[in-house]
T-cell receptor, first 112, second 115 residues
Framework: SQQGEEDPQALSIQEGENATMNCSYKTSINNLQWYRQNSGRGLVHLILIRSNEREKHSGRLRVTLDTSKKSSSLLITASRAADTASYFCATAARASSYKLIFGSGTRLLVRP | DTGVSQNPRHKITKRGQNVTFRCDPISEHNRLYWYRQTLGQGPEFLTYFQNEAQLEKSRLLSDRFSAERPKGSFSTLEIQRTEQGDSAMYLC?????????????FGPGTRLTVL
């Protein structure tokens, strides 16, 4: 069963705008990761944030983690048409950290 | 290309046939994972290898599914007597013991269509 749930399920924005996606999860975690998937393709690892970190940046990406609320957010700034993809959060449970549990994803459309 | 590779990329088969997929992980990655992804959903864990040892199998992996990693390098996933419900994208990933816990690198996937 899915542990994480992304919100919103779908998001449509204009090129240049910022996109924010949220993820909630249920159990204690070691870390949380965000992946991108272009239509019908494999997943690309974007960023990993550890449970003792609150915020992390990578280029135009900013990820926050609130372990008290069991939630994370991914912000993409100055979006581009090439950012159009599905975005998934994935968690690794403490008890079995080799296994990733994915949410159902946010489908982002960036209109040129 | 030193990423994870999967073959074939697409497979169309008739119900009842057997199919086999192959995954070549990133060189020297000792952990290898199989996931299944249906349309509109996130990937779901199927099984995991550390070297040649299969350490966990999901309940999703019915008796018709078998995965192997005989020499601790490439892996195969076989589905026997395929059913229409097996239609999905099958994703393989690998990770290194030296990487962040669970930082997995995914291949392009094999899309299976069962007619």
């Amino acid at each position: 069963s899915q542990q994480g749930e992304e919100d919103p399920q779908a998001l449509s924005i204009q090129e240049g705008e910022n996109a924010t996606m949220n993820c909630s999860y249920k159990t204690s975690i070691n870390n949380l990761q965000w992946y991108r998937q272009n239509s019908g393709r494999g997943l690309v690892h974007l960023i990993l944030i550890r449970s003792n970190e609150r915020e992390k940046h990578s280029g135009r990406l900013r990820v926050t983690l609130d372990t008290s609320k069991k939630s994370s957010s991914l912000l993409i700034t100055a979006s581009r048409a090439a950012d159009t993809a599905s975005y998934f959060c994935a968690t690794a449970a403490r008890a079995s950290s080799y296994k990733l549990i994915f949410g159902s994803g946010t489908r982002l459309l960036v209109r040129p | 290309d030193t990423g994870v590779s999967q073959n074939p990329r697409h497979k169309i088969t008739k119900r009842g046939q057997n199919v086999t997929f192959r995954c070549d992980p990133i060189s020297e990655h000792n952990r290898l994972y199989w996931y299944r992804q249906t349309l509109g959903q996130g990937p779901e864990f199927l099984t995991y290898f550390q070297n040649e040892a299969q350490l966990e199998k999901s309940r999703l992996l019915s008796d018709r599914f078998s995965a192997e990693r005989p020499k601790g390098s490439f892996s195969t996933l076989e589905i026997q007597r395929t059913e229409q419900g097996d239609s999905a994208m099958y994703l393989c990933a690998s990770s290194s013991p030296g990487s962040q816990p669970n930082e997995q690198f995914f291949g392009p996937g094999t899309r299976l269509t069962v007619l």
